[in-house]
C-alpha cells in the first residue's frame, strides 16, 4: 500500500504512446490498470484504433483485429477476456480447410497447431473480401491499388502487382468467387455478422474502448518534464 501511494504521488499525469493493444497477452489487464489510474491519458496507436473500430462494429477492423490474435496465437484475449466466441470461426475453418495444412498460416505463437492455421487462414480471406468490398464503396479511400484478390490468375496460381507477375504460395481458396473474389459466401457472411454482435456486446470490450476513445486522441503535445 505505501509502495502504490508512493507511485501515485510521483506521477502527475500518465500520458501513454501506443500501442496498447497487439503488442502483449494481456492488453485488456493493462487497460484495467489504466482505468483505474487517477490521471492518464492515451496517444492513440494504429492498433488501438484498429480496435476501437472493432468494438464500434466496423467489419474490416474485426476481421483484421481477429487476424491478428490468430496469427500470434493469443485468441485467449478474445474468448477469455472479452467473452468473444470464436466457434463458429473454427467450425467453418475446419470444415472448409479440412484437408489443407495451410503451412503459410502457421501462427508465430506458441500455439502452432493446424486449427489455429486454419482459422488463420479463414479470416485472412473474410478480411481480404471486405477491405476489397469496402475500397470499391469508398473510392475517396484510394484503396483500390491495395486489393488483390480481382488480380490473381487461379489457374495459372499467378497474381499481378503493378504490372509484374508473382507466383502464389497458395492457391488453395474454395471460398472465393472467381466472378466476384470479393463476394462473401453465406457461411462467411454469417461468421462476421455473428463476431460483429459479440464485439458490440462485450461489455468489458465497450468499457474499454470507450476509456481509449474518451481519454485519448491520435496526436497530444505535452513538455518533456512528464513521464512518459
Given at each position: 500500500?505505501?509502495?502504490?501511494?508512493?507511485?501515485?504521488?510521483?506521477?502527475?499525469?500518465l500520458?501513454?504512446?501506443?500501442?496498447i493493444?497487439?503488442?502483449?497477452?494481456?492488453?485488456?489487464?493493462?487497460?484495467?490498470?489504466?482505468?483505474?489510474?487517477?490521471?492518464?491519458?492515451?496517444?492513440?496507436?494504429?492498433?488501438?484504433?484498429?480496435?476501437?473500430?472493432?468494438?464500434?462494429?466496423?467489419?474490416?477492423?474485426?476481421?483484421?483485429?481477429?487476424?491478428?490474435?490468430?496469427?500470434?496465437?493469443?485468441?485467449?484475449?478474445?474468448?477469455?477476456a472479452?467473452g468473444?466466441?470464436?466457434?463458429?470461426?473454427?467450425?467453418?475453418?475446419?470444415?472448409?480447410?479440412?484437408?489443407?495444412?495451410?503451412?503459410?498460416?502457421?501462427?508465430?505463437?506458441?500455439?502452432?497447431?493446424?486449427?489455429?492455421?486454419?482459422?488463420?487462414?479463414?479470416?485472412?480471406?473474410?478480411?481480404?473480401?471486405?477491405?476489397?468490398?469496402?475500397?470499391?464503396?469508398?473510392?475517396?479511400?484510394?484503396?483500390?491499388?491495395?486489393?488483390?484478390?480481382?488480380?490473381?490468375?487461379?489457374?495459372?496460381?499467378?497474381?499481378?502487382?503493378?504490372?509484374?507477375?508473382?507466383?502464389?504460395?497458395?492457391?488453395?481458396?474454395?471460398?472465393?468467387?472467381?466472378e466476384?473474389?470479393?463476394?462473401?459466401?453465406?457461411?462467411?457472411?454469417?461468421?462476421?455478422?455473428k463476431?460483429e454482435?459479440?464485439?458490440?456486446?462485450?461489455?468489458?470490450?465497450?468499457?474499454?474502448?470507450?476509456?481509449?476513445?474518451?481519454?485519448?486522441?491520435?496526436?497530444?503535445?505535452?513538455?518533456?518534464?512528464?513521464?512518459?
Open positions: 500500500s505505501i509502495a502504490n501511494l508512493i507511485q501515485r504521488l510521483m506521477i502527475d499525469k500520458h501513454i504512446i501506443g500501442d493493444y497487439d503488442r502483449g497477452s494481456s492488453p485488456h489487464l493493462v487497460m484495467d490498470s489504466l482505468i483505474n489510474h487517477h490521471n492518464v491519458d492515451i496517444q492513440w496507436g494504429n492498433h488501438d484504433i484498429l480496435w476501437i473500430g472493432a468494438g464500434l462494429g466496423n467489419r474490416a477492423c474485426i476481421a483484421n483485429v481477429v487476424r491478428i490474435c490468430a496469427r500470434y496465437s493469443n485468441t485467449h484475449i478474445l474468448e477469455e472479452y468473444i466466441n470464436l466457434l463458429p470461426l473454427a467450425k467453418f475453418a475446419m470444415d472448409i480447410y479440412g484437408d489443407d495444412n495451410c503451412e503459410k498460416f502457421i501462427p508465430k505463437g506458441e500455439e502452432k497447431t493446424l486449427l489455429m492455421a486454419q482459422i488463420h487462414k479463414a479470416i485472412s480471406i473474410i478480411q481480404f473480401k471486405i477491405e476489397g468490398d469496402m475500397a470499391k464503396r469508398n473510392p475517396k479511400f484510394e484503396l483500390l491499388d491495395r486489393q488483390f484478390l480481382d488480380k490473381i490468375d487461379f489457374d495459372r496460381g499467378v497474381v499481378v502487382v503493378e504490372e509484374k507477375e508473382y507466383r502464389l504460395n497458395d492457391t488453395n481458396f474454395p471460398t472465393i468467387n472467381r466476384n473474389p470479393y463476394l462473401l459466401t453465406d457461411e462467411e457472411e454469417e461468421i462476421i455478422e463476431l454482435k459479440f464485439f458490440i456486446n462485450s461489455e468489458r470490450l465497450q468499457k474499454h474502448i470507450n476509456f481509449l476513445f474518451t481519454n485519448g486522441g491520435i496526436y497530444l503535445k505535452y513538455n518533456s518534464n512528464l513521464l512518459y
